[in-house]
């Protein structure tokens, strides 16, 4: 008999948590839908910027669509998110102390993209390299050199060093 009660009261318990989930779920599928459309949204309304800042920005949004999409369906589930939060919190301290230099490079390169100080196609030189921009991503830009070779250079060495921007040369002379 006690084996069967326990079955009947897992089966209870089971049965009343059913309309919780279920209700998370939901949540859980319209903030894909949500964070797809307003990803959309982002990069129609960034259509004129740059093909790295629609990117980074319809990224960012996505993301935290769904963050938020994931903590109300955490909420509406009946679990308690403030120890999640607590956990999250410090699992971010010590993975972004880990990752200071990564996040330096993707400071650098948020300002980079915002600030524009050259764009893609601009000759630069960096260090001792010289070459075109092939691309500002948020850690790196990427040269070109005359002899073809590709040289990717991380953000926060473009923020600290000196950058020189060469015109670029007038026909016909």
Do not use: C
């Not at 998110?81 to 999250?88: G, K, S």
């Amino acid at each position: 008999m006690g084996f069967q009660t326990l079955i009947e009261n897992l089966t209870k318990e089971l049965l009343s948590y059913l309309p919780r989930l279920a209700s998370a779920v939901i949540v859980l599928l319209f903030s894909f839908a949500l964070a797809t459309l307003v990803r959309k949204v982002v990069r129609w309304l960034l259509r004129r910027a740059d093909p790295e800042v629609q990117l980074f920005a319809s990224r960012a949004t996505y993301i935290g669509v769904l963050v938020g999409g994931a903590l109300l369906a955490l909420s509406v589930s009946g679990l308690h998110i403030a120890a999640l939060a607590t956990l999250i919190g410090a699992t971010g301290l010590a993975v972004s102390l880990s990752l200071q230099d990564v996040a330096k490079n993707f400071v650098a390169g948020l300002y980079l993209l915002m600030e524009r100080p050259f764009r893609r196609g601009d000759r630069i030189v960096v260090r001792t390299f010289m070459g075109r921009v092939e691309g500002i991503d948020l850690r790196t830009t990427t040269l070109r050199t005359d002899d073809g070779q590709q040289v990717i250079v991380p953000n926060t060495i473009i923020m600290s060093e000196v950058v020189l921007k060469q015109r670029d040369e007038e026909p016909g002379t």
